[in-house]
Structure formats: C-alpha cells, structure tokens
C-alpha cells in the first residue's frame, strides 16, 4: 500500500469511526499530514478540530477515535495508533513497510513514479540565456531548477514541453550592433571575433556598456540600431544571424555539460516577431492601448498598483513585454497547456504580474494557467553578478575548476579506481548542481568557491558516495541487485506493484513476523516517503524538498549500516533481508537523484 492509498485508507476509516462514535464530520476538514517520524508516518488534526466545534476536550475525542481507528484497521497498515495532544498518530505496521520494500525492487528505475499528471501539458520555460553572452553562475540557477522540475513533472505523469525561450531580441542587440561596427571603423577585423566569437562579442558589449555610461546618448546609438533591425536593415540582420549561429552553437554546449535534458523547442523571443502586430491589433481593438506623453503604446494598470505596461517605446521598438505576450497565446493556442511555467529570478516578479493581468483584460487566464517559478537571485561576496559591468565567474571555469577539484579528492581517497576523469566529472556536476538545488528557490544565494565544491554533508557527492558504498557491499557479497528478490519485470507507465514472493527469504505473509531493529525500520519508513516526496515537489516546483530527503535518507542508511552489520551477519535470512533493504536503498537515491539531473555512479 503506497502513501496515498494509505492516506485514503485512513480517510475511511476515519469516516467510518466517526460514524460509529455518533460524530458528524460533513463540516470537519480531515487533513492527512506526515509528521517527524518520531512521532509516526502519518497524523490527523481532525479530531482536535471536531472538539473545538462540539467544545470538548480535544485529548478525550481524540483517544475516542484513536481507540475506534485499531478496532477498523482490519488490514493491519498500522502497527500504532494513538492520540497525542489532540491529533492522531499512525504509524506504519512492519507488514505495510515490507510490501513497499517489495515493490521497489520490482520496480526498480520507475519507483516513485505515478500518473496522477494524466497526461495533462506542462510547458516549462527556463535556462534563458542571451545571444553573445557567454553563460555564468546566475544562469546556473535556471537550468538546474528548471531541468529538475521538468524531471520530476514528467515522472508524475505529466506531458511536459520545455523551451528556452532564448534572449535573441532586444535593444541590447543593438547595442552589440553598434559596438561591432564601432570596431571595424576603429580598425577591428572581422576574423578576429571569430576566432573565439561569444568572448570577444561580449567583451564589446562590455566595453560599449561602460562607455554608455559614460556618455548616455551613445545608448541612442543602440537603440536606433535596434529600431533598424527590426524594420529589416540587411546589414544589422546578417550581423543579428551571425550572433545568434554562433550562441545558440555555444548554448548547446553548455547544455551538454550541465547533462540539461534536451529541449523540445529553442523559441527565442525573435520567433515571436512576426507574431507581435496581432496583439497590438486585438489590445488596440478591446481600447486597451493608450499612448503616452512620449508617443509610447502602453496598458494602464495604474489601478492595479502594477503601473504602466509599455508594449512599444517611443523610439518604435517593442518591448520584452509585447514578446512575453505573444509567447503567451502562441503557447496556449499551439500547445493546449494545462500550466505553463516560467522559471525566471525573482527580479522579473514585477513583469510577470503586468503580463498576467494584461492577458487577464484581453480575455486570457493567464493568472490561472500559468506560473512564475521564482528564484532568488545569485550573487558574489563582492556584490550583484552582471554581464554589463564585467562582474561574472563564467560558468564553463567553474564546472573546469569543479572536475579538478573532483579529480585530486578522487585521487587522494581512491587512486586504484578505473575512470577516474570520467567518474570526476559526474562528481563534480553533482556538486555543482546540488549546491544549487539543495537550497529553497526563493532564497538568495552568495556564490563562493569553498561553498559550491564543497564534498562534505548535505551536498550531492555525499549521496553519490552512499549510492557507490551500497554498491561496494554489494560486491563484495557477490550479489547483484537483480537477483536479490524474485525475477525483474518490466512495468509499463501506470504499472501496479506485485509483491515477490519472499523478502530475504521470508514468505510474504509471514513477513510481519521477521522482528526488525529501530535502525532497519527507519530506514524502510524513510523508503516508504519517496512517492510522497515527488508529489510535493511536483505541487511546490521547490527541488530542495527532494534533496532534504536523499540527505535524511543517505543519514539513516549510514546509521543503519553503522550499527547493523551486513555481510558480518551470520544469519542467512537476516542477512538477506539487509541485503535487500540497502539495495532499495540505493535504488532510491538513484531516482532521486536523476531527477536532481545527478547521475549515481556505482563505485567512487
């Protein structure tokens, strides 16, 4: 019985005791939490609210239906259940622990899946990175979380489609239009750029951003640029492609060495070019566009406190808003999507709220079917991260310095194991996008080297370490973990769970009768919270509810394994058992992990 068969089965019983007690629950909200273990695997407040409507003592009504609740547990899922200051307390028979044992040695790779998406469309916008500019830490941020996210989407059963809606479009592509043809008239040559084209390129954006500031009507220059590239000047459109060929071959690039899942579509915002009049023509039709003092088109949301929406600036050239607009109804009219989310650093927040509320006047729910994932925004101890004035740590150093970093620890602790440059690497990822993950998205985070390549506690190469210990138990039991219980079977999605029959060579239903040590049953009582995990991470798009577990999880198997000896063990049976209960161990750290984007090696 999996968790939410469980918290359905305790949604009956409840209903069914409150109906035997004489009690009327139809105005009783009964919500099913999962406290600290210490005090069970799962909890009801029900009871408490129930006493405070009739004005009885929460305790005494509480041990009246904790009372009724054994009586009708006739399937014995729990092996406890009790009152405790007015909330009920269950806690997970060991027959009920050992069947969810079962059931992820058989299903293997696929536990923790479920189908409670049914299939519905999620669209996931993230890792939005601009042309000529090379990616850094900040950019980090996006990718990890939203790479996760749709991981863990598609393994509840969701059709997901991801894009990067890259940055290919704005007045910072006249900018860099300016800034190169400033270079050639200063004597630059062509081929110079291209020797090392994203570099160069970006360090005459720098350059000309500076000088901006310096002299602020050189910004002018840039915009008219712009203006220029939009209405079709040949020039600025071959210079535009050639920027663009180049990022997006870089972009790739970056991609493969995050192991980001590829992407279903790379729509940047130049796709949605032609595509812009027809929202002006329907906003301007629905009286919605005001022009303003300047000869700018803009929505008045003053009355929403959200200002005013500028969609063409007076200079001619449309904005990221306009854009973002159209993304919006070509998604909705492509795709169908059931939510669609943007995962974008919460300095946007402001953006998105001006763009829901549009789409809401223009007869959209966009506040409804879409989201914004925010994520605090990364920064260094000296200060903000920022392309413009120079102040990044590129991101392809970091994940070189990552690999050496990974590389000499190996060296150090293992110098005899076989493809160590390559296990380096996925250490070193592990690190780097752990680091990221393991924090709740919404806070800030200050990016140092001795922080993100730390291998010690809560980071990813301590989960991956786990996993390779359990595997070198393994070894030298001469054990693989698909001949440890019954034969392997493939399931296909929406699989239900068959018990083998045995574990550790007890029959299945005898298994409540193998007496089990506190150690070993926390262990399987953490197994047992995995599909709950997902679920709550699929609802809050917040990974790091994922990597709190693997922690715990990886704690609880080295605390288990501290004090219960498994290939010291002399009893066969128990020894089997253990054998078992580390390998579903290691099995759910490397689902966890994969959907961190984290791959689990067998051996460190």
């Known amino acids: 019985m999996d968790s939410e068969t469980s918290q359905k089965y305790i949604l009956d019983i409840f209903s069914e005791a409150a109906e035997n007690l004489g009690f009327n629950v139809q105005n009783v909200r009964t919500e099913i939490i999962q406290p600290d273990l210490n005090f069970g695997d799962f909890a009801t407040n029900a009871a408490l609210v129930l006493a405070k ?109 991801s894009d990067t809606h890259i940055g290919d479009w704005g007045v ?81 690039k970056y991609r493969s060495w995050l192991d980001v899942l590829p992407f279903n579509h790379n729509l940047g915002e130049s796709f949605y070019e032609d595509k812009m009049p027809a929202v002006l023509e329907g906003l301007n039709a629905k009286g919605l566009i005001t022009t303003g003092e300047t000869g700018e088109s803009y929505v008045d949301l003053e009355s929403f406190g959200l200002g005013r929406a500028i969609l063409v600036k007076s200079d001619g050239g449309t904005t990221y808003l306009l854009r973002d607009l159209a993304t919006y109804i070509f998604r909705k009219g492509e795709f169908d999507f059931y939510k669609n989310i943007y995962v974008v650093d919460n300095r946007q927040s402001h953006h998105f709220k001006q763009m829901f509320k549009v789409m809401e006047l223009f007869g959209y729910k966009a506040a409804q079917d879409s989201l914004h994932v925010d994520f605090g925004f990364m920064s260094l101890p000296e200060g903000a991260i920022s392309t413009r004035k120079g102040t990044t740590v590129n991101l392809k150093a970091w994940i070189e310095e990552a690999n050496k970093e990974a590389l000499e620890i190996i060296n150090e602790k293992n110098p005899e194991l076989e493809n160590k440059e390559a296990i380096a690497k996925l250490v070193a ?35 991956q370490y786990a996993h390779a210990r359990i ?68 609802q809050d798009f917040l990974p790091n509810l994922l990597c709190n577990y693997l922690f715990e999880l990886s704690q609880a198997f080295n605390s288990f394994y501290e004090s219960s000896p498994v290939l010291q063990e002399k009893d066969p049976q128990l020894q089997s058992f253990r054998l078992n209960l580390i390998t579903a161990t290691a099995q759910v750290i490397k689902n966890g992990l994969y959907l961190l984007g984290i791959e689990a090696p067998e051996e460190m």
Do not use: C
């Open 429 to 463: 990822l592990a690190a780097i996008k752990y680091f990221d993950l393991s924090h709740n998205r919404k806070t800030e985070i200050t990016f140092t080297w001795e922080n993100a390549l730390s291998f010690e506690g809560n980071t990813g190469p301590y989960m």
């Open 53 to 161: 409507q009739l004005k009885r003592n929460p305790q005494e009504v509480a041990v009246q239906f904790a009372d009724e609740l054994k009586n009708l547990d006739q399937q014995e899922v729990f092996s406890e259940i009790y009152a405790a200051a007015g909330f009920i307390n269950f806690r997970l028979s060991q027959k009920t622990l050992l069947a969810n044992l079962s059931r992820i040695l058989l299903e293997k790779d696929g536990f923790g899946s479920s189908q409670r998406g049914n299939g519905k469309t999620m669209v996931v916008e993230y890792f939005q990175n601009n042309v000529a500019k090379p990616p850094h830490v900040g950019h980090l941020r996006s990718a990890v979380i939203g790479d996760s996210i749709l991981r863990v989407l598609k393994s509840q059963g969701y059709k997901t489609i």
């Open 471 to 538: 595997f070198g138990i393994l070894r030298k039991s001469n054990t693989t973990p698909s001949r440890l219980v019954g034969t392997p079977l493939l399931f296909k999605e929406g699989r239900t769970a068959v018990s083998p029959p045995n574990i550790g060579g007890v029959p299945a239903d005898k298994a409540g009768e193998v007496v089990l040590n506190q150690n070993e049953l926390f262990v399987l009582r953490k197994l047992y919270q995995f599909p709950q995990v997902l679920k709550q991470v699929s």
């Open 172 to 252: 910072q592509f006249g900018i860099l239009i300016f800034a190169f043809k400033e270079f050639l008239k200063n004597g630059g040559k062509r081929e110079n750029i291209e020797k090392d084209p994203i570099v160069e390129l970006n360090k005459l954006y720098v350059e000309m951003s500076n000088n901006i500031e310096q002299d602020p009507s050189l910004r002018d220059k840039g915009k008219e640029e712009f203006v220029s590239l939009e209405k079709g000047d040949t020039e600025n459109r071959e210079l535009w492609q050639w920027f663009v060929k180049e990022s997006l071959e870089d972009f790739d």
